[in-house]
Every structure is written in C-alpha cells, then in structure tokens.
T-cell receptor, first 110, second 119 residues
Framework: KQEVTQIPAALSVPEGENLVLNCSFTDSAIYNLQWFRQDPGKGLTSLLLIQSSQREQTSGRLNASLDKSSGRSTLYIAASQPGDSATYLC?????????FGKGTRLSVIA | GAVVSQHPSRVICKSGTSVKIECRSLDFQATTMFWYRQFPKKSLMLMATSNEGSKATYEQGVEKDKFLINHASLTLSTLTVTSAHPEDSSFYICSANDAGTSGRPYEQFFGPGTRLTVL
C-alpha cells in the first residue's frame, strides 16, 4: 500500500529565504507525482506535475525534483514571499488513485 | 483548459436532510471522477472513484448508502450525503481525470471544494 510522507509538517521562514519541502513515498511504481497548494478553506491548486520518466519540473520560482528509485521528491521555493503562505501537498499516482501526504504548512513572515 | 467546478461551494443544512453536491468538468470529458473528504488541518481522504455509466467504487470504511454517487455523463458526477448528521460536516473535493487527452495521463484536476456544515 502506497504511503506518502511530508516533512516538515510546518515551516516558518522570513521573507526572501529559499526553502525546500520534502515528500517521500514507499512504492516507486508511480505514474507521476504532483505538488499542490491549498489555501485555508479552499480547494487545491496544482503547482507542478512530474511524470515518472522525468527528474524535475520548473515553474517560476518553483522547482520540483523526483528521484523515483529512492522514493523522494522535493519542492524548492526560491525567494519566498508572504503570498506563498499555504499548505503544500504532494500526491503520487500509481495503480491506485492519488495518494496524498498530510502536507507542509508554510508561513512566510514579512 | 481542464477546469473542474463544484456546486454549491458552501451549504448549511439541518440534521436528517440530504445534500447533493455536483462536480462538473467544464472543458473536457471525464471518464473517471474522484470524491475526497478533508477534515480540518488534515489531508485529503479518498472516498470513492466514480466511473461514467457504472457503479462507484468506494474506499474501505465509506458507507455506500450514506454517500450516494452518480456519474451519469462524461462531464457530471454527483455526491449525495443522505440523512446528514453533524459528523458529516467536512470539506468535500472532487477531481476528474481526462483520460490522457491533456497529454499527461493520470493527472487529476481538482474542483474548488464544497464546505458542508450540518447543524
């Protein structure tokens, strides 16, 4: 059974810092991995999707990497801003529907 | 492209009533839709997988008779919470898969969610 773990559970950083969020999964037989952002009381916003054959994806200040063999992905946020404050979820797609981690709650302090 | 809508965005109802939530794929056909539930400060929990024209597949521990799912067309799935009770209060989110027409198979597109409060 696929399990997804995100570390840390919560993170608070000053504005401008670069930061890394971690995601690990137990079954490397995945089709893709997605990173989402969720604001309080809101739905999910897809940030990046990495296909199983890819190693990384970039969008603006965000860069996500995938190491399928070790079951790890990282989301790198450059030059963080207060508007980046949200919960970040990673999810993997395999033979079962998406399996989500519990998320990392990020606070960027101005 | 690949937009999913949900209606209503927020609903408050009395205990014992039934509530229907709609999930629509606006610009693509979704052969498969998923329904998730999220408790405060928790991650998403998959409730069921809805396939167009067939019965939904429910996850272990989800009551089929309480959470009725209908996927009558390629663009619409509905979740009906029957005889709702306060413990059913939650955030319900749907997602849809476009069967790879986006060029990225297995990608799911999420609706904005529905906040259900049962008094």
């Amino acid at each position: 059974k696929q399990e997804v773990t995100q570390i840390p559970a919560a993170l608070s950083v000053p504005e401008g810092e670069n930061l890394v969020l971690n995601c690990s999964f137990t079954d490397s037989a995945i089709y893709n991995l997605q990173w989402f952002r969720q604001d309080p009381g809101k739905g999910l916003t897809s940030l990046l999707l990495i296909q199983s054959s890819q190693r990384e994806q970039t969008s603006g200040r965000l860069n996500a990497s995938l190491d399928k063999s070790s079951g790890r992905s990282t989301l790198y946020i450059a030059a963080s801003q207060p508007g980046d404050s949200a919960t970040y979820l990673c999810a993997v797609a395999g033979n079962t529907p998406l399996v989500f981690g519990k998320g990392t709650r990020l606070s960027v302090i101005a | 492209g690949a937009v999913v809508s949900q209606h209503p965005s927020r609903v408050i109802c009395k205990s014992g009533t039934s509530v229907k939530i709609e999930c629509r794929s606006l610009d693509f056909q979704a052969t498969t839709m998923f329904w998730y539930r999220q408790f405060p400060k928790k991650s998403l929990m998959l409730m069921a997988t809805s396939n167009e024209g067939s019965k939904a597949t429910y996850e272990q521990g989800v009551e089929k008779d309480k959470f009725l799912i209908n996927h009558a067309s390629l663009t619409l799935s509905t979740l009906t919470v029957t005889s709702a009770h306060p413990e059913d209060s939650s955030f319900y989110i749907c997602s849809a898969n476009d069967a790879g027409t986006s060029g990225r198979p297995y990608e799911q597109f999420f609706g904005p969610g529905t906040r259900l409060t049962v008094l």
